[in-house]
């Protein structure tokens, strides 16, 4: 089953920025919001985890700031909007299914915790915004609040630390222990935390808890704030795929 909407404001600027924590479903469902609205898609912890995938494999000291900051300005990072590919390249090397492995989620908060290197990755996210005419949907953590303050549509994706857990363990196949997904899920978002909240809804902020939701009904639920957002509710015609 698939779903087609008309265009939201055509000719206008349309972002779409959806924070979360770890688990709570916002990259995939971010994604298939883009899609479905024919928006561009950045998935912004991808930036993070690429830059922490260059420090390891050229053993830079992630403890070191300056350093790290250093790789995140120098980085030549190219990564596909498309929501319907996904591409990571560092220096023109595919890294996209590399910056998922265990020991980058592990150490990804090393990044995102260097504030100077959290200052270029929010320049490059701006940036990629601007280059496509503000019409895109991004998500992360600080997408709402520093990113993309002035949105037109600004959610919060949340959902329980069980369902969070379910679903992060069933994404990896169930290849991680309990003690390994806490890690990627619970710590991490404790370590990210200390430099921006994404756990609670700013201002102006709408909230999705997806924590009893499928991925379907959480797609719509999102897209209904959307509409409200901006004001437009179009017929929603249902097809077979």
Request: charged fraction near 25%; hydrophobic fraction near 40%.
């Amino acid at each position: 089953m698939s779903t087609h909407f008309p265009v939201l404001r055509p000719g206008k600027p349309l972002v779409v920025a959806i924070d979360g924590p770890s688990g709570s479903g916002k990259s995939s469902v971010s994604r298939e919001v883009a899609r479905r609205l024919g928006l561009a898609y950045l998935d912004t912890g991808a930036m993070y985890r690429a830059v922490t995938w260059h420090c390891v494999n050229g053993r830079i000291n992630l403890r070191d700031a300056v350093y790290v900051e250093g790789a995140a300005r120098s980085i030549h990072l190219e990564q596909s909007v498309d929501p319907d590919h996904e591409e990571v390249r560092v220096n023109g090397i595919n890294v996209t299914a590399a910056i998922r492995e265990p020991v980058i989620s592990e150490r990804v908060s090393a990044v995102a915790t260097t504030m100077g290197a959290r200052a270029e990755l929010i320049r490059r996210q701006r940036a990629v915004i601007s280059e496509h005419r503000h019409r895109i949907v991004v998500e992360g953590r600080d997408i709402t609040t520093v990113v993309a303050p002035d949105a037109e549509v600004r959610l919060l994706l949340t959902a329980s630390e069980e369902a969070r857990l379910r679903r992060r363990g069933l994404q990896l196949g169930g290849t991680q222990t309990k003690e390994q997904l806490a890690t990627q899920v619970l710590a991490r978002d404790a370590k990210d935390a200390t430099v921006v909240n994404f756990q609670q809804a700013a201002d102006g902020v709408f909230t999705v808890d997806s924590s009893e939701l499928d991925f379907e009904a959480t797609v719509r639920a999102v897209l209904e704030v959307v509409y409200t957002a901006v004001h437009e509710h179009p017929a929603v015609e249902a097809a077979d795929a």
